[in-house]
């Protein structure tokens, strides 16, 4: 049974973290650092977990975090990474509820996240699948700013920047590892001549001129290719389908079957989510499926 622990909010009193300059640590405003866990890598697999710590300078003001039922199992070898299980997340939030909880908690708040364009797909196609507006508040890479920071660092994965910097080591779950995150923030700014800034972060924690936002960032798909058009008169009538799915290295393509729902696009990427009887079958991307056929009666 799902505990009452992992679907209610965990909330800590604000707590300082000790040894960090204040004034050097951040903006003069609250930011949240955020992680996610999924169903696997590809930017249009499924919520798990979310956590997010938000703070002030070296003070922390909340911590939250929820379990996510994905409506699809789990496959083994992520579990085997994150240790989150089936049962764990049965009788779960959908990822509807929690977003709109993360919102509320991360309302008015610079965003961060290590790796963030991983957090920011997974995210933005969720808000895009429950047809919600993400939220407007920009994102920020700790990976990038630890780069432009830590300059001494062999890698800048999370699990050896903690190591480089005498951190705990990270857990693959979406709280520790958002805290981690945070701690990793903290720690590049402490390393910077001048305090933290937004245009700080501007110039050395995004990938461009601008920081990332999960607006736009995943949509609702428009205009298919012609093979794939069929989805669309499908999904608009709930009707089953049928996809040829190409297989990977060589290996003999493969057949699925299911109704399709979101039909969603990133960039010039696009992947269909395919619903069975008893929930999410599969997420397939565009660019794997080689035909489709609309199953009649």
Not at 12 to 18: G, K
Not at 236 to 263: F, I, Q
Request: proline share 7%.
């Amino acid at each position: 049974m799902f505990s009452d622990e992992a679907i209610d909010p965990v909330r800590d009193a604000a707590t300082p973290t000790e040894g960090l300059e204040v004034s050097r640590c951040a903006p003069d405003r609250d930011v949240v650092a955020v992680d996610t866990e999924t169903t696997g890598l590809p930017w249009y697999e499924r919520l798990i977990e979310i956590g997010a710590v938000r703070f002030r300078g070296a003070r922390v003001i909340d911590r939250w975090r929820m379990l996510v039922d994905p409506r699809r199992p789990i496959p083994a070898r992520v579990t085997e990474i994150h240790g989150i299980t089936d049962a764990a997340v049965a009788g779960a939030p959908e990822a509807r509820a929690a977003l709109l909880e993360f919102q509320r908690f991360c309302r008015g708040a610079l965003l961060i996240a290590h790796n963030a364009s991983f957090d920011r797909d997974i995210l933005a196609a969720e808000y895009a699948r429950a047809g919600l507006t993400p939220p407007p508040e920009p994102l920020y890479c700790t990976w990038r700013f630890a780069k432009h920071c830590i300059a001494d660092a062999p890698r800048y994965g999370l699990t050896a920047l903690a190591a480089h910097l005498g951190l705990p080591a990270a857990a693959h779950r979406a709280l520790p590892d958002a805290e981690l995150a945070r701690r990793v923030f903290l720690a590049s700014c402490e390393r910077l001549a001048e305090p933290c800034t937004v245009a700080t972060l501007d110039a050395h924690a995004t990938g461009s001129d601008a920081a990332l936002s999960l607006r736009g960032a995943v949509r609702r798909a428009r205009d298919l290719p012609p093979h794939l058009r069929p989805l669309r008169a499908a999904r608009s009538k709930g009707a089953a389908v049928t996809l040829t799915v190409k297989g990977a290295e060589g290996a003999a393509d493969r057949v699925v079957c299911g109704v399709p729902r979101a039909l969603l696009a990133r960039g010039d990427d696009g992947a269909v989510d395919l619903w069975g009887d008893a929930g999410l079958l599969e997420s397939v991307a565009f660019a794997d499926i080689a035909g489709v056929a609309v199953r009649e009666g």
